[in-house]
């Protein structure tokens, strides 16, 4: 990893979470380096989910609800009163398992976000249309169908496509919770392909849909059990060696 | 029966194929030796042809290791197993074609007599076969220690070798006329001496697959 030694993107620091006091998240405390792609892996129920909406703070609205520990994205607890949530959220995007493209055309999907936030000028929305496609790995496959309703693409441009969305607002951190649960083998390489473009630039952080595509990806990986990070290394090194027993069991297939 | 049980029972079967491997080859060292001291031209015929099967083990067991990747994308431990399996089914494959180059070199020697009865070359074998059966062993029983000491007594096979090589010397420079015998049997010596090398390349095998360790197991070498 280029970055190593620096400090990270976003610390992780003594996290717990409950929802109605049952815990879902137990003292988790995690490095995410900056422009490398982490996995937060491991069966269902662990709190990989969880822990990847509050790094966007999308779990504040869940009623009943408790946390503790801090969540910082370049050294600034993201928890502390008076953040700014619409900044956070344009800083930290986020890609949901299931593609939902917004009714209307793949340039009105890509520019929503930014048109939102009053860029008015043709050029620069134009500029940034045929970035965030780019980036996603989408533009050659829809250039000739920017006005197509999005509705229209497979499922894997339409996921590719809430990508860009998200590129679109120039985001530093990426979240994706199981991006291609939904999609085949093939759109499953593309949207793999586009997330190994996009790491020179920004900070991934991607709950796999499987352990083979964890190892795949994994610059970083962290293996989640019951709220508990059990282990976290370099892909390279953990789906070949793992230290804790409970990672060799589960990524071994003899439980989970 | 699990999908987690049928691949166990297969990479079971992995293994067995291999200790199989290691049988046949080990059986090869010491049955070259023996054929060469007993002069036995068809025995060293038999030994050369028995290396086809040896290398169609190897790889038979090389494909089903494969197959074992591609069909059940193996980690961890599983799949240091299997990495460790085809590059020991590797070293295997090497030590019985130094047990065929011995056999060659009965039937290039031929009518010849031994230019020396052999005494150190036996032992030779013997040693070499015994650190090898024990290195598989080890295997088996995921044995670090034990992986980590038969490596020491490579250098005995070593010193023996030096033995060898020393007393061939005193032959050739009594009688120039002896070089080409003398040779022949300095290249049994050698592939011994490779053949044991080997072995321990097996044991680092066994360590890395019980704790993902990749070590060089270094006995001090002779230098030859």
């Known amino acids: 990893m280029s970055d190593q030694g620096r400090p990270p993107k976003i610390r992780i620091e003594n996290v717990s979470y409950s929802y109605d006091g049952k815990l879902a998240l137990r003292n988790v405390t ?52 008076g953040t700014d949530l619409v900044e956070l959220r344009r800083r930290v995007g986020m890609v949901f398992a299931l593609p939902l493209p917004l009714p209307g055309t793949v340039r009105e999907n ?25 980036q996603a790995a989408l533009w050659d496959e829809v250039k000739d169908r920017l006005d197509d309703p999005a509705s229209t693409l497979s499922g894997g441009q339409q996921q590719r496509l809430c990508i860009a969305r998200s590129l679109a ?30 790491k020179r630039n920004y900070t991934i952080v991607i709950v796999p849909h499987s352990i083979q595509q964890a190892a795949r990806v994994a610059d970083v990986a962290a293996f989640m059990l019951m709220g508990e990070l059990v282990e976290c290394g370099p892909g390279s090194a953990l789906f070949v060696r793992p230290r804790d027993r409970r990672t060799e069991d589960y990524i071994t297939g003899r439980f989970g | 029966m699990t999908i987690r049980e049928t691949f166990e029972r297969e990479l079971q079967r992995l293994q067995d194929e291999m200790l199989v491997l290691g049988s ?40 089903e290791a494969l197959v074992l990747i591609a069909t059940q994308q193996p980690m961890a431990g599983d799949l240091r ?10 070293e295997l494959e090497r030590i019985g074609d130094y047990a065929k180059g011995i056999a060659k070199i009965n039937l290039m020697i031929g009518d010849q007599p031994l230019v020396k009865p052999l005494v150190d070359v036996p032992r030779m074998a013997d040693k070499s076969r015994s650190m090898l059966e024990r290195a598989l062993d080890a295997f088996v029983r995921r044995d670090v220690e ?37 040779n022949y049997l300095l290249w049994v010596a050698h592939n011994l001496e490779r053949a044991a090398d080997r072995v321990t390349n097996i044991c680092e095998r066994v360590v890395f697959t019980v704790t993902g360790e990749m070590l060089e197991l270094d006995g001090k070498s002779s230098g030859l």
């Open chain 1, 30 to 81: 995690l490095d995410i380096p900056a422009r490398a792609i982490t996995v937060l892996f491991g069966p269902a129920g662990g709190g990989k989910t969880t822990l990847l909406r509050l790094i966007n703070r999308l779990n504040d609205l869940i009623e009943g609800t408790q946390m503790s520990g801090r969540v910082l994205l370049d050294g600034e607890d993201i928890y502390a009163p």
């Open chain 2, 24 to 63: 046949m080859v080990g059986k090869a060292i010491t049955d070259a030796v023996d054929v060469l001291k007993r002069r036995d031209m068809e025995g060293s015929r038999q030994l050369i042809a028995q290396d086809r099967l040896i290398n169609e083990k190897r790889f038979r067991i090389e494909e």
């Open chain 1, 110 to 134: 890509v520019l929503y976000g930014p048109k939102l936030a009053g860029v008015r000028d043709r050029t620069r929305l134009d500029e940034i249309l045929y970035r965030s496609l780019q």
């Open chain 2, 146 to 182: 034990l992986a980590r000491a038969i490596p020491a007594e490579d250098d005995e096979v070593d010193v023996l070798y030096d033995q060898i090589y020393r007393e061939l010397i005193t032959y050739i420079l009594a009688d120039p006329g002896c070089i080409e015998g003398a």
């Open chain 2, 81 to 90: 197993v299997i990495a460790a399996v085809l590059d020991i089914a590797h």
């Open chain 1, 169 to 198: 607002l120039e985001p530093e951190v990426l979240l994706l919770d199981e991006p291609t649960s939904g999609l085949d083998p093939i759109s499953t390489g593309k949207v793999e392909e586009s997330l190994f473009n996009l």
